[in-house]
């Protein structure tokens, strides 16, 4: 039987590490080999290992597109504005390092199961429209990840599907609203781009009237 979460929790944590700190070790254990017999290239391999690293890690951390960033932040706006009793968005905004979307949430309240649920696949969204632009989730993808994991902790821990099959059925849904609204996920990003800034004035001008659905 398939477990989603469990391969996206995969994605974006065991084997991307897993990927650098094999070139890591692999570079330092052929540098220490050769370092026995000859010590000057053996030091000059721990540097270019060690450079290589680094390399990889600054790369996988740039390797994001203005447009994903943008997609990424429009699957959070799209799918929210789709879920029954999500906060409306307040504001949509792409700056420099990434994008920061604004709900107009209640100080204090807390959330029922429905809301809560709405929190967990719109939290979802954005890591599913990485997967579409990059293959895998992207960098800042695990603080979508933990949102929608202690969502579904702390609010929905009493639902009868249990947490792990719950989280299953979370990211499946939200797979398929992406993959059914992906248009409009679109339209927004390239006017996000152009922008910069929504407002929920804007949003509703590209998207209509907020419309819900039950996933």
Aim: hydrophobic share 45%; proline share 5%.
């Amino acid at each position: 039987m398939e477990a989603p979460m469990f391969r996206l929790r995969f994605n974006l944590t065991l084997r991307s590490q897993l990927e650098m700190m094999t070139v890591f070790f692999a570079g330092m254990s052929l540098a220490f080999m050769i370092g026995e017999r000859f010590p000057r290239l053996g030091g000059q391999l721990v540097m270019i290992t060690t450079a290589l690293f680094y390399v990889m890690l600054i790369a996988r951390l740039i390797n994001v597109s203005h447009k994903g960033i943008a997609r990424h932040e429009a699957a959070h706006v799209v799918i929210s504005r789709l879920m029954p009793k999500h906060p409306e968005v307040l504001k949509v905004a792409l700056e420099r390092t990434g994008g920061v979307t604004t709900f107009d949430v209640q100080p204090g309240a807390a959330p029922d199961e429905t809301e809560a649920y709405a929190y967990v696949v719109s939290s979802l969204a954005g890591i599913v429209a990485d997967e579409r632009n990059y293959g895998r989730p992207g960098p800042g993808c695990d603080t979508d990840l933990f949102t929608a994991e202690w969502m579904a902790s702390r609010y929905l821990h009493k639902h009868p599907l249990g947490f792990d099959a719950l989280m299953n059925q979370a990211l499946s849904a939200t797979r398929a609203l992406v993959t059914e609204h992906w248009d409009d996920i679109v339209r927004v990003a390239d006017e996000l781009l152009e922008c910069e800034t929504l407002d929920r004035i804007r949003l509703d001008v590209l998207l209509g009237p907020r419309k819900t659905v039950t996933p």
